[in-house]
């Protein structure tokens, strides 16, 4: 810990991950993530109280476990990856359980506000001193002007306007 000034924290990939989940068609959710994606803190101290947060997830990186789903998340119906490459959040605020900020998709900034488990702070087998964070919340994808959506012969909405966002983020003390 820094008596002074700002301590920078950076995503270890490896034991991180962003997902989103999804309802299709009202009946099941479907699990998506990015494989590519980048998150800093600055911190005054390990209690990452009004800590400064900031994560970008390439869009091109969406995996759902459906090729053609996934072609179809970036085209221009959904996040449209060829004009908006990522997805941002930047923090505003954090007081260890609620983190307020604004998420950017498509070139529009909303602020969310997300739940967020603070697991600790841990050194691991290799001297890196470490600390882990749980962060969920939920958008309304039209928000964002990811609008695309169909109606089934049934009647049934084929994608929910609700997104959950869920991101499991381990950081290594710079």
Do not use: C
Not at 29 to 34: A, E, K
Not at 78 to 102: C, I, Q, R
Not at 157 to 163: A, P
Request: glycine share 6%; aromatic share 10%.
């Amino acid at each position: 810990m820094q008596t002074t000034g700002k301590t920078t924290w950076k995503v270890d990939p490896t034991h991180s991950e962003i997902e989103f989940k999804v309802k299709h068609m009202m009946i099941s959710t479907v699990t998506g993530s990015f494989g590519e994606f980048d998150a800093a803190i600055e911190a005054a101290d390990d209690t990452f109280k009004n800590a400064q947060f900031s994560f970008d997830a390439k869009i091109d990186s969406i995996n759902t476990k459906n090729s053609d789903r996934d072609t179809h998340l970036k085209s221009d119906d959904f996040f449209n990856a060829e004009k908006f490459p990522k997805l941002s959040f930047k923090s505003k605020s954090f007081d260890g359980e609620k983190m307020v900020g604004d998420l950017t998709i498509r070139d529009i900034t909303k602020e969310v506000t997300l739940n967020v488990d603070f697991n600790g702070v841990a050194v691991d087998p290799y001297g890196q001193t470490k600390s882990g964070f749980e962060a969920e919340g939920s958008i309304n994808r039209k928000d964002f002007n990811l609008s695309w959506n169909a109606v089934t012969e049934a009647g049934s909405i084929v994608v929910s306007d609700k997104v959950r966002l869920i991101a499991n983020l381990q950081f290594i003390k710079q």
